[in-house]
């Protein structure tokens, strides 16, 4: 399986979406016509795939980190109010 034309386009936007003017949030919407919760979402479904891998390991490997690291602090958070 091959990566689409927009499933590249959401790689080449993580990469470079410091250098767009305004917000990120603002950013999803005017390029891909989203909310900026379900272009999370169709973004952690394409970096769980081989071929986004494949396309640029450095980019996947750190989007994955840091969906990881955000999932932990979230549990740790639901585990605080949980012992109160």
């Given at each position: 399986?091959?990566?689409?034309?927009?499933?590249?386009t959401?790689?080449?936007f993580?990469?470079?979406w410091?250098?767009?003017?305004?917000?990120k949030?603002e950013?999803?919407?005017?390029?891909?016509g989203?909310?900026?919760?379900?272009?999370?979402?169709?973004?952690?479904?394409?970096i769980d795939?081989?071929?986004?891998?494949?396309h640029?390991?450095?980019?996947?490997?750190?989007l994955?980190?840091?969906?990881?690291?955000?999932?932990?602090?979230h549990?740790?958070?639901?585990?605080?109010?949980?012992?109160?």
């Amino acid at each position: 399986m091959t990566l689409s034309d927009r499933e590249l386009t959401f790689l080449a936007f993580e990469g470079e979406w410091r250098r767009h003017a305004g917000a990120k949030e603002e950013a999803i919407r005017a390029e891909f016509g989203l909310t900026p919760a379900r272009y999370y979402q169709v973004l952690g479904r394409l970096i769980d795939t081989p071929d986004a891998l494949a396309h640029d390991p450095m980019l996947v490997r750190r989007l994955r980190r840091r969906r990881d690291e955000a999932a932990d602090r979230h549990r740790s958070r639901l585990g605080r109010a949980a012992s109160r």
